[in-house]
């Protein structure tokens, strides 16, 4: 039987296409990574916080539950930014770290996600010094 056209169609809209990089500069001296998407967003990303959320195995482990906290990376910098295909980077970080393919996607969540983020690194690395000054009792 055919729709009844006096009646609403329900249409699911698109999901919006992922903001694509159009420019991603390294700030050495500040340790800053710079990104402008095609959306007109731009983002500054500390090193560190892009080193301590790569997105490589090393960091993420192999499924839930299995991250690594990675610790005391506040002067790493960047050697290297690589491209890969038409949808990632690699970052060559000055510690030998380069695994991680930071995709468009990834990139772009991280730098809307940053503060919060961030805001949960800092508790994991607060919870891990309270463990170590327990355990050291």
């Known amino acids: 039987m055919p729709a009844d056209p006096t009646k609403p169609v329900e249409m699911t809209p698109a999901p919006a296409p992922m903001p694509t990089p159009t420019e991603i500069r390294l700030r050495r001296q500040s340790r800053l990574l710079e990104v402008g998407f095609d959306d007109g967003s731009r983002f500054e990303l500390p090193l560190e916080f892009l080193r301590v959320h790569s997105p490589s195995a090393e960091v993420k482990g192999h499924g839930p539950g299995q991250e690594t906290l990675v610790l005391g990376k506040q002067d790493v910098g960047?050697?290297?930014?690589e491209p890969v295909g038409q949808y990632a980077v690699r970052l060559v970080f000055d510690d030998g770290h380069d695994s991680g393919l930071y995709t468009w996607q990834y990139l772009h969540e991280l730098?809307?996600?940053r503060d919060r983020l961030w805001a949960r690194y800092l508790e994991r690395v607060r919870a891990a010094a309270?463990?170590?000054?327990q355990g050291g009792r």
């Open 111 to 113: 730098s809307r996600d």
């Open 78 to 81: 960047i050697t290297g930014i």
């Open 130 to 133: 309270e463990a170590r000054q």
